[in-house]
């Protein structure tokens, strides 16, 4: 296995995706970690992710165990890794005499190990405004750029290397030719992280946590937790028991759909629970997204109590956390930003009375959805929309009322009608309605109207960390705008948003 500690980037989940799509298993841990927790773990390789800080930032800079970097494994160092590397083998960071952000070019002068294969003259991606201006003892130039003299560095009999630019991205063209080099060459890991691998290891890490007690999961029709209750259940069987909420915050005919799927799997272990008074009395008049959200997050754990309660016995709970909900929540990895709080990671009570079982929070929505399908999920449900675990909740901007709700519902269906019907739903990551707080003139039949606007959403993206905005067809925009109009009493508007991720999130709240 690789281990990734991560000091505060974006990009960390990204590294491990690269690892992965290698079939490489792959860990991120803190920055934090102790070298014998390392170690313990027999990892062949370890790589230090990027980082907003500086680590000429005092007692306030990230850092991590020495004896990580000692050369006792393989280390490679990416950006605010590499600088980190040289302080503490005693080279010198410095501020850039000129700062590099996105592309550059690398001179390679030295391939060694780690530019084995590649052209010495290679387009990188740069984010940083400190440099490495003095190499430690031991360590050799391996490129340059025309404003940076250490674009990359090795020791290659310690195995240590670092590089300045982010060979995990998109923008470094044989960045996966880099990271490859870095794994097979140098780590001397093996291809050999299959799914299959991982329900097998995962089956016996949840039956050793759950030993002979009884397990609860929350069903939300989505792919996450279809594919976190079957993986459960498979490991458990009847102690499991799966709870469906109607929070009346679904997607139209949800709660038919999961009972018509599931009813089957679970038998009578499947319990329906009717909550929709329960979460429209709680989230009355609130508008802040960051509560709505911890509300429902709250609400939900309650429901998952009072029906524990009923079934006797309960000490789990199961969700469907990935690893993306992780780290937009809270930098529970790494010294990262917050962005928002994920229903699955936001709204636990401290003292919550059931322990948390999360089988998929080292899993990207891709890697879900292959191990569904070697579950034997059907397809209707792996190739589903993701949809965000508040529900329509976080599609209504402002407060949430009864009303609403049965306007973004309507719409919501409308789009999904529409997309399949023009043969794109699976071209696309999600595409959906929101309401927002805004009324307009409008004229049907001769008369004036003032009703509510909705918008249109829809994403191309291969794991939700970033997205570009759908180029739908016009006659399909067309025919949505057409409907949503005509059909649904209330909203007189449709408009398109064209954002990306970043700079904006998928959802808007």
Known sequence: MIIILDFGSQYTQLIARRVREFKVYCEILPHTVSHKEIFKKNPSGIILSGG?????????SPSC??????????????????????????????????????????????????????????NVWMSHGDEVQNLPQGFV?????????????????????????????????QGKQILSNFLFNICRESVDWKMSSFIESEIKRIKAQVGADRAVCGMSGGVDSAVASVLVHRAIGQQLHCVFVDNGLLRHGEKERVEEVFRKRFGSHLH??????????????????????????????????REAKKLGKVKFLVQGTLYPDLIESQSVRGPSAVIKTHHNVGGLPKKMKLSLIEPLKFLFKDEVRELGAELGLPSEILKRHPFPGPGLAVRILGDVTEEKLKLVSLADKIVEEEIRAAGIYEKLWQAFAVLIPVRTVGVMGDDRTYERVAVLRAVTSADAMTADWADIPKPVLSKISNRIINEIRGINRVVYDISSKPPATIEWE
């Open 52 to 60: 907003p800080a500086s680590v000429n930032g005092g007692g306030k």
């Open 65 to 122: 165990d020495k004896e990580i970097t000692s050369g006792r494994v393989p280390v490679l160092g990416i950006c605010y890794g590499m600088q980190l590397l040289a302080h503490q083998h005693g080279g010198r960071v410095a501020s850039a005499r000129r700062r590099e952000f996105g592309h550059a070019e690398i001179s390679v002068e030295n391939a060694g190990e780690l530019f084995k294969g590649l052209a010495s003259n290679l």
């Open 141 to 173: 130039r391996l490129a340059k750029t025309a404003n940076a003299e250490m674009a990359a560095m090795a020791w290659p009999e310690k195995k240590l290397y670092g590089v300045q630019f982010h060979p995990e991205v998109a923008h470094t063209p």
């Open 272 to 305: 329906i629970v009717d909550a929709r008074k329960d979460f429209l009395k709680k989230l009355k008049g609130v508008a802040d997204p960051e509560k709505k959200r911890k509300i429902i997050g709250k609400t939900f754990i309650e429901v998952f109590d």
